[in-house]
C-alpha cells in the first residue's frame, strides 16, 4: 500500500513537471512573443523569409509550436503510464 | 457546367454521404447516444472535433476578420488554437479517466451538489444555443449566397439534415458524419488557398508564400502590403493597435473559453482511453492548424488582391466579381468625390456602417444607397465574408472550386450544429432528467427523451436561424467569457486541488458568472456608447474580460474554501482515481 501510494505521488509530480515545463512554453511563445514581445521581435525577420519576427508567431509559428507541445505531452505521459503500470505489476 | 449545376451537386452530393453515414451508425443505447460507446480512435476523433471546432465563422468569416485586422487579428488565430493545449494537458486526460457523460456531470459529481451541476446546466445551453443560432444562419446564408434559395428555406434544409443524423444516431452519428465533413471542409478550404498561392507567390504552400518576395518583384509581398496600407491611411498590416494588455486578455479569454466549451470537451469522452484522449487532442489541432495557419495566407492573399484589384478604378474596368457581390449586397460603393473611380481608404464609407441599397443605379451603373456618405475620404463597403466566399471568381478559377467552398462551408455548419445540439439533449435528458428531475428513468425511456430533447433543440436552432437575435456577435462574446469565467476555472479546480469543496466551487463560479454578465451586458447592450478604452476597467474591452472574471473565480474559490469544511472522503477518492493512469488492457 505504502509503495503504492509513492510510486502514484511521484507519478504526479512528474506529470505536473512536465505540465508546467510544457506551459511555460506554450504562454512564451503565443502571449510573449506573439503579443508582448512582438513589437519588439518585428525588427527581425524569421531567417529564410520576408516574415517580421513578432507578426510570424503571432499568426504562424505559435500555432505550430502548440501542435508540437501537444503532441509531445501526449507522447511522454503514455510513455510515464507504461513506467507506472510496470512498476505496478512488478510488485 | 455552370456554378449553379456544380454547387447542387457537391451540396446534393455531401449530403446524400452524411444521411448515409448516419442510416449506419445509429445509437441503440444511451452509452452510444451520448459518447459514442468510447469506440471512436484518435485520429477519427481528432478530425471528428475539428469539424466540431471549425464553424462557419471559421470557414467563412475568419480569414476576412484577419485580412481587415491585420495583426490584431492574431489574438483568434493564437486564442482560438492554444486553447487546446489547455484541453489537452490540464482537462482532456482526466475528463474521459472520469468517464461519464456531460461536463455538468463532472461538476455535479466532483462538487457533490445539484446546486453546481444546475448551474453548469444552464450554463451549458446558454452557451450552446448562443452559438448555434450563428451555425444555422450560415446554412441559409451559403444556400441563398450560392444556389439563390431563400435564406428561410436554407435554415429548413439545414434543419432536416441535421434532424436526420442527430436524432437517429446521436453522438455515434455525429461521429461519423464530422469526420467526413472534416474531409470535405477542409479540401475545400485548402483547394481555392492554394490555387491562390500558387498564382501570387509561386508556391502551392500559403503558409510559406505569405512570407516570400514573389519572382521579379523588388518588396515581399507583406513589405508591399503594409506599404499599400500607409499610403490608403490604414495602420500598417503587421503591426498592431498596441493596447498590449487588452490584447492578452482577449487571447487568454479565448484560449481558457476554447477549454471550457462544452461541445469540444464531450467529444474527448468518445475515445476508448486515457492514451487516446492525449493523441486525439494532437491530432485535432493538427487537422485545425491546417486550415488556422492557411487562414492568415489567404488573408494576406486577397487584401492585396482587393486594393489591387479596386483602388482608383473606374467602376466599368473593375472586374465582373464586383457587381456580382454588389448585386448579393457584400459590396456598396458611393462615389464621394463625384470622379467615378473607387476609392479605398481607412474608416466607414457608410452611416450606417451596413449598406442599405435603393432601387435604381448611379452615373456609374453602381446601386444606390439610402445611407448617408460619412465625411472621410472611403467610398468602399466591403463585407468580410467577401475574403473566403468570392476569393475563387476573384482569382478566376474554375467553377467547381468555387462550388467547393460552398459545400465547405455547409459542412462546416452543419458539423459544429450538430455537436452543440447534442449538449442541450444530453443536458435536458441526462443532467436534468435522469440525473435530477427522474432518477428512475430507465435506459430506453432516457434514449427517447434524449431524442425527443435533439428533435426540439434542432427546432429551437432552426427558429433563431430563420429569425436571428440582432445581436449574434455580442453573445458570441458571451459565450467564451462565460466559458472562461465558469467551466474553465470549476473543471481545473476539480482536477488538481484534491480540496476544493462544493461551496468554494459554487461561490466562485457563481462570482465568475456574473461579474463577466455583468461587465459585458453594461458595455453592450445598456451602455453601448460607453463602450470605448477609456471606460473599460484595466484597459480591457467586454472580449477579454473573462479572463479577469476567471481570476475572480479562482480568488473567491480560494477564500471561501479556506473557511468551509473538506470534501467528503469519497469526493477524495474520486479526484485521486482521476490522476492515477489506467492499467493497459491484456
Known amino acids: 500500500m505504502g509503495n503504492d501510494s509513492d510510486a502514484t505521488e511521484k507519478y504526479w509530480r512528474r506529470n505536473l513537471r512536465l505540465i508546467a515545463v510544457l506551459l511555460a512554453i506554450w504562454a512564451t511563445v503565443s502571449l510573449g512573443f506573439g503579443i508582448a514581445l512582438a513589437p519588439w521581435l518585428d525588427q527581425f525577420k524569421l531567417p529564410g523569409t520576408e516574415f517580421p519576427l513578432g507578426f510570424w508567431f503571432a499568426q504562424q509559428g505559435s500555432i505550430f509550436t502548440f501542435v508540437i507541445l501537444i503532441f509531445v505531452y501526449s507522447w511522454r505521459m503514455n510513455r510515464l503510464d507504461d513506467d507506472f503500470s510496470a512498476g505496478q505489476d512488478g510488485q | 457546367m455552370t456554378v449553379t449545376a456544380w454547387t447542387s451537386l457537391l451540396v446534393g452530393a455531401s449530403f446524400l454521404l452524411y444521411i448515409v453515414i448516419a442510416i449506419r451508425s445509429r445509437a441503440t443505447s444511451t452509452g452510444e447516444f451520448y459518447i459514442a460507446g468510447q469506440h471512436v480512435p484518435p485520429l477519427a476523433n481528432g478530425m471528428a472535433t475539428a469539424a466540431d471546432w471549425m464553424s462557419a465563422a471559421s470557414f467563412i ?283 479605398y481608404r481607412a474608416g466607414n464609407a457608410l452611416d450606417p456602417a451596413k449598406p442599405s441599397f435603393l432601387e435604381g443605379r448611379g452615373v456609374s451603373g453602381e446601386r444606390l444607397l439610402s445611407n448617408t456618405p460619412t465625411s472621410n475620404a472611403n467610398e468602399l463597403y466591403v463585407d468580410r465574408d467577401i475574403m473566403v466566399l468570392a476569393n475563387p471568381e476573384i482569382a478566376g478559377l474554375p467553377n467547381w472550386v468555387i462550388a467547393l467552398v460552398a459545400a465547405g462551408g455547409l459542412a462546416a455548419a452543419l458539423s459544429t450544429a450538430a455537436g452543440l445540439l447534442l449538449v442541450v439533449s444530453t443536458s435536458i435528458s441526462h443532467d436534468l432528467l435522469r440525473k435530477w428531475l427522474r432518477p428512475d428513468l430507465s435506459d430506453r425511456e432516457e434514449l427517447l427523451a434524449a431524442r425527443i430533447s435533439a428533435g426540439a433543440a434542432v427546432c429551437i436552432a432552426g427558429y433563431l436561424g430563420i429569425n436571428p437575435p440582432g445581436y449574434v456577435a455580442e453573445v458570441v462574446a458571451f459565450a467564451f467569457g462565460l466559458a472562461a469565467a465558469s467551466f474553465f476555472p470549476a473543471i481545473l479546480m476539480g482536477i488538481f486541488m484534491k480540496r476544493m469543496n462544493r461551496e468554494g466551487a459554487i461561490s466562485g463560479m457563481l462570482v465568475g458568472l456574473i461579474f463577466t454578465a455583468s461587465y459585458i451586458i453594461y458595455f453592450r447592450f445598456l451602455h453601448p456608447e460607453l463602450d470605448t478604452v477609456e471606460n473599460w476597467w484595466w484597459g480591457i474591452s467586454t472580449k477579454g474580460i473573462g479572463t479577469v472574471g476567471m481570476c475572480f473565480n479562482f480568488m473567491i474559490a480560494g477564500i471561501v474554501r479556506s473557511f468551509t469544511p473538506d470534501p467528503p472522503e469519497d469526493v477524495v477518492r474520486m479526484v485521486e482515481e482521476i490522476r492515477t493512469p489506467e492499467r493497459r488492457a491484456g
Open chain 2, 61 to 343: 468569416s475568419m480569414a476576412g476578420i484577419i485580412s481587415f485586422s491585420g495583426y490584431d487579428g492574431s489574438v483568434y488565430l493564437m486564442g482560438w488554437t492554444g486553447g487546446y493545449v489547455l484541453l489537452a494537458l490540464l482537462l482532456a486526460p482526466y475528463l474521459r479517466k472520469f468517464g461519464k457523460y456531460t461536463v455538468p456531470d463532472f461538476i455535479g459529481e466532483r462538487y457533490y451538489s445539484q446546486t453546481a451541476r444546475l448551474v453548469a446546466v444552464i450554463c451549458a445551453i446558454f452557451i450552446s444555443f448562443t452559438y448555434v443560432a450563428g451555425q444555422m444562419r450560415g446554412v441559409g446564408v451559403v444556400f441563398s449566397r450560392f444556389l439563390e434559395v431563400d435564406v428561410t428555406y436554407g435554415v429548413i434544409i439545414g434543419m432536416a439534415i441535421v434532424f436526420i443524423y442527430a436524432v437517429l444516431g446521436g453522438m455515434k452519428g455525429i461521429t461519423y458524419t464530422q469526420v467526413a465533413q472534416y474531409c470535405v471542409l477542409i479540401f475545400a478550404f485548402m483547394v481555392p488557398a492554394i490555387f491562390i498561392s500558387l498564382m501570387v507567390a509561386d508556391t502551392a504552400i500559403p503558409q510559406i508564400g505569405f512570407g516570400s518576395t514573389p519572382d521579379g518583384e523588388e518588396m515581399s509581398l507583406l513589405a508591399r502590403l503594409d506599404g499599400l496600407h500607409e499610403q490608403l491611411g490604414f495602420t500598417k498590416y503587421t503591426l498592431g493597435s498596441g493596447n498590449t494588455i487588452n490584447l492578452l486578455a482577449i487571447t487568454f479569454a479565448l484560449m481558457a473559453g476554447t477549454a471550457g466549451l462544452p461541445h469540444v470537451i464531450i467529444r474527448f469522452y468518445t475515445v476508448p482511453s486515457v492514451r487516446a484522449a492525449r493523441k486525439s487532442a494532437g491530432w485535432a489541432l493538427l487537422f485545425i492548424a491546417i486550415l488556422y495557419t492557411t487562414a492568415p495566407a489567404v488573408a494576406v492573399f486577397a487584401r492585396t488582391n482587393l486594393i489591387d484589384t479596386v483602388e482608383n478604378k473606374s467602376y466599368a474596368e473593375i472586374p465582373d466579381w464586383f457587381r456580382k457581390w454588389e448585386d448579393t449586397d457584400l459590396i456598396a460603393w458611393v462615389d464621394k468625390d463625384g470622379d467615378g473611380r473607387v476609392k
